[in-house]
């Protein structure tokens, strides 16, 4: 990656400057009509975020690649083989495109000191990387909303996480049951060592069933064995001692202040003591939110307390939780259950018959959207504009509720037609004409009354 530039020869055969490009394997362009579920399902998470006072926040695409390796862990799938790593040919630096939120953020408020005035809750909308095999709902680049709540050590804000997943589920229109809560406590480092021991020496038992990935991490990582997708190793998984069995007291209190916030609120979810997740760091609460609308695929959002990921990366001793969303895994749920966001065609579509009439109609045009009317103009080919039928075709497929028509006729008595493109069968909807004099006066009558979104 890091020669690209000098690895090309420098002159090229005239007949590969022809060939079509296409996007790298596993990264999606994203583009209309698709586009626009994309913004609505981020005003959504826009107006969640605000709801719960999570403030925004944004890091670097790319980090030192140590940061994973120390935030994630060594013995992690995303660490060992789906990382995009390279070195920065101008100096040697040693970089990684980022595979997940949360450490770039939680160097961020380390090197920035930002918790200095107390803890904060924050979102970010972000961009991913991970070398995996594409599929559905599986790609190289892909997308999450990402919350922390950084210096909070209570188990009410891993429940509050937990529940704004919930209202974004509602907000979205998504139906509760096609989507189930798992939870589980990783108790803390301590527990975890004394179950390790207990896994270590099962696994050993059955050490004729490990696959070549579990022989490996049998003494590395023996946890991460849970976490594993092989079928023929399902039966020995299921078997092992749980984690749960090994919790101390303040951990299991923190476990049930977490399910206490839950049963209040009428949440169900479901204990599922085989739930690690990917990432080394996490400690106590752990939960997904699964779906069983998209195969193998089904995990939307996944998230847990993160105690010690500050002190792993030179920060101060700092409580911490989050998730994280699988953007492009929420709109492939969202077309499964059919729930559709809301049309946003422009309000009007300007007809402009000749080019005469042109500079008249842009400067009304702007007039109109100065006053927050959508306004869709009329563009023309190297043709020309088309004739007066092909532009209300055209006016027509926008979706807007009106043409302007800035014909000659009115044009000569400074006066636009207002047409009404969507008053029901009589093939020409009603119409009227407005001076453009006082065209602030009925601008406001050509707003769609829009739901806000
Ligand atoms: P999986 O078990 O499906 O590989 P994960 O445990 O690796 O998921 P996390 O790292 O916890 O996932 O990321 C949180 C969410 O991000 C996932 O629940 C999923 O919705 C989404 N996600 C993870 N990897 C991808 C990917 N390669 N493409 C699209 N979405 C992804
Ligand atoms: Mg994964």
């Given at each position: 990656?890091?020669?690209k530039?000098?690895?090309?020869?420098?002159?090229?055969?005239?007949?590969?400057?022809?060939?079509?490009?296409?996007?790298?394997?596993?990264?999606?362009?994203?583009l209309p009509?698709?586009?626009?579920?994309?913004?609505?399902?981020?005003?959504?998470?826009?107006?969640?975020?605000?709801?719960?006072?999570?403030?925004?926040?944004?890091?670097?695409?790319?980090?030192?690649?140590?940061?994973?390796?120390?935030?994630?862990?060594?013995?992690?799938?995303?660490?060992?083989k789906?990382?995009?790593?390279?070195?920065?040919?101008?100096?040697g630096?040693?970089?990684?495109?980022?595979?997940?939120?949360?450490?770039?953020i939680?160097?961020?408020?380390?090197?920035?000191?930002?918790?200095?005035?107390?803890?904060?809750?924050?979102?970010?909308?972000?961009?991913l990387?991970?070398?995996?095999?594409?599929?559905?709902?599986?790609?190289?680049?892909?997308?999450?909303?990402?919350?922390?709540a950084?210096?909070?050590?209570?188990?009410?804000?891993?429940?509050?996480?937990?529940?704004?997943?919930?209202?974004?589920?509602?907000?979205?229109g998504?139906?509760?049951?096609?989507?189930?809560?798992?939870?589980?406590?990783?108790?803390?480092?301590?527990?975890?060592?004394?179950?390790?021991?207990a896994?270590?020496?099962?696994?050993?038992?059955?050490?004729?069933?490990?696959?070549e990935?579990?022989?490996r991490?049998?003494?590395?990582?023996?946890?991460?064995?849970?976490?594993?997708?092989n079928?023929?190793?399902?039966?020995?998984?299921?078997?092992?001692?749980?984690?749960?069995?090994?919790?101390?007291e303040?951990?299991?209190?923190?476990?049930?202040?977490?399910?206490?916030?839950?049963?209040?609120?009428?949440?169900?979810?479901?204990?599922?003591?085989?739930?690690?997740?990917?990432?080394?760091?996490?400690?106590?609460?752990?939960?997904?939110?699964?779906?069983?609308?998209l195969?193998?695929?089904?995990?939307?959002?996944?998230?847990?307390?993160?105690?010690?990921?500050?002190?792993?990366?030179g920060?101060?001793?700092?409580?911490?939780?989050?998730?994280?969303?699988?953007?492009?895994r929420?709109?492939?749920?969202?077309?499964?259950v059919?729930?559709?966001?809301?049309?946003?065609?422009?309000?009007?579509y300007?007809?402009?018959?000749?080019?005469?009439?042109?500079?008249?109609?842009?400067?009304?045009?702007?007039?109109?959207?100065?006053?927050?009317?959508?306004?869709?103009?009329?563009?023309?080919?190297?043709?020309?504009?088309?004739?007066?039928?092909?532009?209300?075709?055209?006016?027509?497929?926008?979706?807007?509720?009106?043409?302007?028509v800035?014909?000659?006729?009115?044009?000569?008595?400074?006066?636009?037609?207002?047409?009404?493109?969507?008053?029901?069968?009589?093939?020409?909807?009603a119409?009227?004409?407005?001076?453009?004099?006082?065209?602030?006066?009925?601008?406001?009558?050509?707003?769609?009354?829009?739901?806000?979104?």
């Open positions: 990656m890091a020669d530039h000098t690895a090309e020869p420098a002159e090229k055969p005239a007949a590969a400057k022809t060939e079509k490009l296409t996007a790298v394997k596993g990264m999606n362009d994203i009509p698709e586009s626009a579920r994309w913004e609505w399902f981020e005003a959504k998470v826009r107006a969640l975020m605000a709801r719960y006072a999570y403030a925004n926040v944004r890091t670097p695409i790319v980090e030192p690649t140590a940061l994973f390796v120390r935030g994630l862990g060594e013995v992690t799938d995303i660490v060992e789906e990382m995009y790593s390279f070195v920065d040919a101008m100096n630096d040693k970089l990684t495109l980022r595979p997940e939120a949360t450490a770039g939680v160097r961020a408020m380390v090197e920035h000191n930002a918790l200095y005035n107390g803890p904060m809750r924050v979102w970010s909308a972000v961009t990387f991970r070398h995996e095999r594409p599929q559905k709902g599986r790609y190289r680049q892909f997308h999450q909303i990402d919350v922390e950084l210096g909070f050590a209570g188990p009410e804000v891993d429940a509050e996480q937990i529940l704004m997943c919930r209202a974004l589920l509602r907000d979205l998504i139906p509760m049951e096609h989507v189930r809560l798992e939870l589980n406590s990783l108790g803390q480092p301590s527990e975890r060592m004394a179950h390790r021991a896994l270590i020496a099962h696994f050993e038992a059955h050490a004729d069933v490990l696959d990935d579990a022989r991490r049998l003494h590395s990582n023996p946890l991460r064995i849970l976490d594993t997708k079928p023929a190793m399902q039966a020995i998984v299921e078997a092992a001692p749980q984690l749960m069995d090994f919790l101390g303040a951990s299991l209190a923190h476990f049930n202040a977490v399910r206490a916030v839950l049963d209040a609120v009428g949440l169900s979810y479901r204990i599922n003591p085989r739930l690690v997740r990917g990432m080394d760091y996490y400690n106590l609460t752990v939960f997904e939110w699964i779906t069983d609308k195969g193998s695929q089904g995990t939307v959002c996944g998230g847990g307390r993160y105690d010690g990921l500050f002190e792993q990366l920060g101060k001793p700092t409580p911490a939780v989050g998730w994280g969303m699988g953007v492009e929420m709109l492939l749920l969202l077309e499964a059919g729930a559709q966001p809301p049309l946003s065609p422009p309000d009007v300007a007809v402009v018959p000749s080019a005469e009439a042109m500079p008249t109609a842009v400067a009304a045009c702007e007039a109109l959207r100065a006053a927050g009317v959508q306004v869709q103009m009329h563009a023309g080919t190297a043709e020309g504009l088309g004739s007066f039928k092909s532009q209300f075709k055209k006016a027509d497929a926008s979706g807007a509720r009106y043409a302007l800035f014909g000659a006729d009115e044009l000569a008595r400074n006066e636009v037609t207002v047409k009404s493109l969507r008053d029901g069968n009589t093939g020409g909807g119409q009227r004409t407005e001076s453009l004099a006082d065209l602030a006066a009925w601008a406001p009558q050509l707003l769609t009354l829009q739901s806000p979104a």
